[in-house]
Antibody
Framework: EVKLAESGGGWVRPGRSLRLSCAASGFTFEDYAMHWVRQAPGKGLEWVSGISWNSGDIAYADSVKGRFTISRENAKNSLYLEMISLRPEDTALYYC????????????????WGQGALVTVSA | SYELTQPPSVSVSPGQTARITCSGDALAKHYTHWYQQKPGQAPLLIIF???ERPSGIPKRFSGSSSGTTVTLTISGVQAEDEGDYYCQSTDSTASHYVFGTGTKVTVL
């Protein structure tokens, strides 16, 4: 059974940093691309970032480019999201999501999701 | 920025058919996928590649595509189908993943 478990969420002041982690199990983690998708309270889904199986291809949404860094550690079956210069508009539930392929190519979608980690940015 | 447009809400009686549309200029060139999200839960993939169902998804969920509009159809709606539904694809440059605005399905 595929399981994705996010951790590292919490409350931070604007301008501060936070690092999210996602522990994967139930599949061969190193074979698949992975993503972060967020959902602000009461709002829709927004793709944040994706990384290919070998970290050779990385992409970001324009809204986080230059502030967020995605990475993975295949030996530990783990995905990370380093977030700096956080803004109130970054407040959201951050989901870790699995790609059905190893690279970010068409068709682009997410076949498994974690339960999310809540990040709150406020003064 | 590129957007996928969905109706905000759809209401349907049990046993009837619900149809949710998703429109976007690039949908004619790229596959569309659908997710169901119930309150307090993570999204669940219910349709991929316009019309394919993952294992375990009931047959009453189906997808179709015509040009720049794709449609999710729920035939014989059940009370458990209440929730938010999102379409998802990529933009014209295939550089970003894009979600639709979301549709709240209410079973009357």
């Amino acid at each position: 059974e595929v399981k994705l478990a996010e951790s590292g969420g919490g409350w931070v002041r604007p301008g501060r940093s936070l690092r999210l982690s996602c522990a994967a199990s139930g599949f061969t983690f190193e074979d698949y691309a992975m993503h972060w998708v967020r959902q602000a309270p009461g709002k829709g889904l927004e793709w944040v970032s994706g990384i290919s199986w070998n970290s050779g291809d990385i992409a970001y949404a324009d809204s986080v480019k230059g502030r967020f860094t995605i990475s993975r550690e295949n030996a530990k079956n783990s995905l990370y999201l380093e977030m700096i210069s956080l803004r109130p508009e970054d407040t959201a539930l951050y989901y870790c999501a699995k790609d059905p392929q190893g690279t970010m190519v068409d068709p682009y979608f997410f076949d498994y999701w974690g339960q999310g980690a809540l990040v709150t940015v406020s003064a | 920025s590129y957007e996928l447009t969905q109706p905000p809400s759809v209401s349907v009686s049990p046993g009837q058919t619900a149809r949710i549309t998703c429109s976007g200029d690039a949908l004619a060139k790229h596959y569309t996928h659908w997710y169901q999200q119930k309150p307090g839960q993570a999204p669940l993939l219910i349709i991929f590649n316009d019309r394919e169902r993952p294992s375990g998804i009931p047959k009453r969920f189906s997808g179709s595509s015509s040009g720049t509009t794709v449609t999710l159809t729920i035939s014989g709606v059940q009370a458990e189908d209440e929730g938010d539904y999102y379409c998802q694809s990529t933009d014209s440059t295939a550089s970003h993943y894009v979600f639709g605005t979301g549709t709240k399905v209410t079973v009357l």
